[in-house]
């Protein structure tokens, strides 16, 4: 579990979180959602400890995210960024065998390569394997970061807006794959998302951010109502079930 304790963010003199408390399941995926500078990738960053916590406390399986040794975190957890850093001259495998840097420092052995291409296929990225990152689209450039923190096979995974750029085949099969890490390796989620039909389709558990706070959290069956997503996102939003799922309609 991930427990966050009296979260609190400023940038310069903007309060960006206040008083953040809440706590992140295990094996589930988490959606983490809210409108648009909310301070939702704030969180996320703060969790994955690339901005050092202010205020408060961040514990992973209770130990504190703060004194954890870097190496020990990159074994247990991976993150992938809404702005994707693009080494321009790097190529596609290189990119996705970075991400078992952790687990080999430098000498990386079969079971390492071998994981890398399986990535690479299991993320469609094979035809691309040998392209530079400045040559491909932004969708599969996003497919071959996400296939990058895929492959360090951490028991976390945090993504910000990890469907941008995908288009539908894709987004889909993106979200499959979290529910079957979750579902068959008890593999940890972290989702941020705006498009809500997928997160009410495929997130376990729901953390809405408004303003800096915590606007409701829990089991998404229990959270996702119309009234709670209407008031979140200050505009109508109807959730409507059909054949035992729900979807939410706004427009
Ligand atoms: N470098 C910065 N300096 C000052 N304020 C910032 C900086 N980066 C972000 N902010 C502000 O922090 C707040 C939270 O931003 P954040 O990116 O966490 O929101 P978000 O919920 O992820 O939004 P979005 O859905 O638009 O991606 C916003 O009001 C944003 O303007």
């Not at 009296?6 to 995926?29: F, Y």
């Not at 389709?201 to 706070?213: R, S």
Request: charged share 25%.
């Amino acid at each position: 579990m991930i427990s966050v304790s009296t979260l609190t963010h400023s940038l310069g003199h903007r309060l960006i979180l206040d008083d953040i408390s809440v706590e992140i399941p295990k094996g589930k995926i988490t959606a983490l959602i809210g409108p648009n500078g909310a301070g939702k990738s704030t969180l996320l960053h703060l969790i994955a400890r690339q901005n050092p916590v202010q205020t408060g406390v961040i514990s992973l399986d209770g130990e504190d995210i703060a004194k954890t040794a870097s190496t020990d975190m990159a074994l247990r957890m991976a993150v992938v960024a809404q702005e994707l850093g693009v080494a321009s001259r790097l190529r596609v495998r290189d990119l996705v065998g970075f991400g078992r840097w952790p687990q080999h420092q430098g000498r990386p052995t079969e079971v390492d390569k071998a994981a890398v291409e399986k990535a690479l296929e299991e993320f469609h990225l094979l035809d691309l394997s040998d392209r530079f990152l400045d040559e491909i689209s932004g969708g599969q450039r996003q497919r071959a970061f996400v296939a990058m923190a895929y492959v360090q096979d951490t028991d976390w995974l945090l993504l910000d807006e990890p469907l941008n750029n995908l288009d539908i085949r894709y987004a889909k099969s993106l979200m499959a794959k979290l529910r079957n890490m979750a579902e068959e390796k008890n593999k940890s989620i972290v989702i941020v998302i705006h498009d809500l039909n997928y997160a009410l389709a495929n997130a376990d558990y729901f953390i809405a951010v408004k303003e800096g706070k915590v606007a409701f959290a829990g089991e998404t069956s229990d959270v996702a109502t119309s009234e709670s997503l209407s008031e979140l996102y200050d505009a109508e939003v109807n959730i409507i079930e059909s054949d035992g799922k729900c979807f939410a309609f706004h427009h």
